[in-house]
Nanobody, 127 residues
């Protein structure tokens, strides 16, 4: 079992920055691929970024490439999402997620491949 708790969301003006954190419980964090997803009002939950269990491979959705950076600290059981140059269209509830499989090769971007989810943290970007 993995329990995930996000933090760091808030209200920011367009062009600003936020850093999201996701604290994981349990001893298996370091062996799992981790991802960030987001869900805007009236829209489906969508993939944002993912990072391999070693932290040496990442993937991003096109709309955040060059602006967002995913990282992890396995010693602290924590996942991060640094968000720069924020836009109003980045407004959403952001969720961290953990893959169900240990030591998975690759960085999946499909929602159904992730087994464990946090409760989400709201990010609002004003224009």
């Amino acid at each position: 079992q993995v329990q995930l708790v996000e933090s760091g969301g808030g209200l920011v003006q367009a062009g600003g920055s936020l850093r999201l954190s996701c604290a994981a419980s349990g001893r298996t964090f370091s062996s799992r691929v981790m991802g960030w997803f987001r869900q805007a009002p009236g829209k489906e939950r969508e993939f944002v970024a993912a990072i391999s269990w070693r932290g040496d491979s990442t993937d991003y959705t096109d709309s955040v490439k060059g602006r967002f950076t995913i990282s992890r600290d396995n010693a602290k059981n924590t996942l991060y999402l640094q968000m720069n140059s924020l836009k109003p269209e980045d407004t959403a509830v952001y969720y961290c997620a953990a893959l169900g499989t240990y030591y998975y090769t690759g960085v999946p971007n499909m929602r159904h491949e992730y087994r464990y989810w946090g409760q989400g943290t709201q990010v609002t970007v004003s224009s």
